[in-house]
């Protein structure tokens, strides 16, 4: 089991950054892929970001590259998701999730942080 704890969401206005934390515990972290999801009010849970267990590589969901950085330490067990340039339709609760699939993981949950940004 590994059990992911998110924060650092909040209201921010467009235009401003937030960083986003994922804090793991349980197994191991280093022998999963790390991923960033977000879930906007009445819609499906898309893909955000995804980070392979050694953070050599990443990608992006439509449009976020650019405006959003995935990183991971894996000696703090932690993950990350910077945003820079928020929009509002950036709005909603973000979810982080570990897995075996490098390109969705989506083996274990986090409980979600709310990022909402005004206009």
């Known amino acids: 089991q590994v059990q992911l704890v998110e924060s650092g969401g909040g209201l921010v206005q467009a235009g401003g950054s937030l960083r986003l934390s994922c804090a793991a515990s349980g197994r191991t972290f280093t022998y999963y892929a790390m991923g960033w999801f977000r879930q906007a009010p009445g819609k499906e849970r898309t893909l955000v970001a995804t980070?392979?267990?050694?953070?050599?590589?990443?990608y992006y969901g439509d449009s976020l590259k650019g405006r959003f950085t995935i990183s991971r330490d894996n000696a703090k067990n932690t993950l990350y998701l910077q945003m820079n340039s928020l929009k509002p339709e950036d709005t909603g609760v973000y979810y982080c999730a570990a897995g075996l699939n490098a390109l969705r993981p989506s083996d274990y949950w986090g409980q979600g942080t709310q990022v909402t940004v005004s206009s």
């Open positions: 980070i392979t267990w050694s953070g050599s590589s990443t």
